[in-house]
């Protein structure tokens, strides 16, 4: 009796180890827009060489998930905007799941499936896309079913935070009136299928929005006191506007969010812009996910999150900062020395 109390005691034990560990994971988008870019291989090797044990994959390249055979990393594997319409149709995403999921679903760890990056109703560069958005969850959701993976690899989407209104205090946050038609659908969807929502927080593109009112140290984690609303950094402010706008939505407390993205550039001009700064919001960031002190609304709470990005990509369009969010060097050397 003895020793199988003993064996009972150490399962347990090691269950919880193992979901600490899991919990305190941090993962790494893989971006490969850039033309001086370590090969799929050497990435991966990269990845397990420091610990790494999470990646986001914007496009499933068939080098990048061949790669990622038996590296036991998990994935969460997105979908590009521009080939959603076709997932509108049920064959058209059948197909889909069975080349990208099915085979290499044994050797490679996908855990989400991000159809589209930051669709929105309201953005000029993405809403034609919002059409094609929700028929195309439904028809992937349908096929993982089918498969008998809906407990292992969730569907769902990435949104910003632009979706928001009356975000401060947190507590008051909601999805802006003119994306309700958009949004509650996607979260209905959510709900009944037990999958998290994927978000892009962005405290660095929070604050050059409004630097005469937001503090550096703030976005930096480095605020000595809490404000007013009791938050003492605005990536825990951001992430709990989103949890109190999805329960508004109809969510309730039952989606939960993975940060999807979140960085800091370190070069490209600019207010707020430099490796130092950059360095202190990454490896607070990762402090702050680590220690499992969750949030003012989710106290406690473990917050599964990915930082942008692996390297520096120079191929990236827009703002000169774009280019510089690599916590790697595309010699593969750190930039930050993290420890992940």
């Known amino acids: 009796m003895m020793a199988n109390f003993s064996l009972f005691v150490f399962a347990a034990m090691l269950i919880t180890y193992l979901q600490i560990k899991e919990a305190q ?69 059948y ?3 069975v080349a990208n999921v099915i085979s290499y679903f044994k050797q490679v760890r996908i855990r989400y499936i991000s159809v589209g990056n930051e669709i929105s109703p309201v953005n000029n560069g993405t809403s034609q896309f919002v059409p094609f958005l929700l028929p195309a969850l439904e028809n992937l959701q349908l096929v993982i079913t089918a498969f008998r993976l809906k ?16 975000t401060y205090p947190p507590s008051q946050s909601t999805f802006r009136e003119d994306v309700s ?12 299928n037990n999958a998290p929502l994927l978000a892009n927080i962005y405290p660095y593109f929070a604050y050059i929005g409004d630097p ?9 984690f480095t605020q000595q006191s809490p404000d007013p609303s009791g938050y003492s950094n605005l990536f825990d402010a951001m992430l709990d506007s989103i949890y109190y706008a ?10 939960e969010i993975v940060v999807s993205e979140s960085g800091w550039p370190s070069d490209g001009g600019g207010v707020g812009v430099s490796i130092d700064n950059a360095a202190t919001y990454y490896r607070n960031l990762i402090s702050h996910v680590k220690s499992n002190a969750g949030t003012v609304h989710k106290p406690g709470k473990a ?15 827009g703002a000169e900062t774009e280019k510089h969010f690599g916590v790697f060097h595309p010699d593969k050397t750190q930039k930050y020395n993290l420890t992940f």
């Open 151 to 166: 407990n292992r690899v969730k569907v769902s989407t990435a949104i910003e935070t632009g979706l928001l209104a009356n």
């Open 303 to 317: 917050i599964e999150t990915y930082l942008f990005a692996m390297f520096d990509e120079n191929l990236k369009i």
């Open 246 to 255: 999805i329960e508004k939505a109809g969510g309730e407390n039952n989606i």
């Open 95 to 97: 197909n889909w799941i």
């Open 25 to 93: 994971s941090v993962g790494v988008c893989y971006g490969r827009n850039g033309n001086d870019l370590p090969s799929a291989q050497d990435v991966v090797n990269l990845y397990k060489s420091n610990g790494i044990t999470r990646m986001r994959v914007y496009d499933p390249i068939p080098e990048t998930l061949s790669a990622l055979k038996d590296s036991n990393i998990q994935i969460i594997l997105c979908i590009p905007n521009d080939k959603l319409q076709a997932l509108t149709e049920p064959k058209e995403a």
């Open 181 to 192: 038609g958009f949004i509650n659908p996607i979260i209905e969807f959510l709900k009944q």
């Open 212 to 220: 005469d009112h937001v503090a550096l140290s703030y976005a930096l």
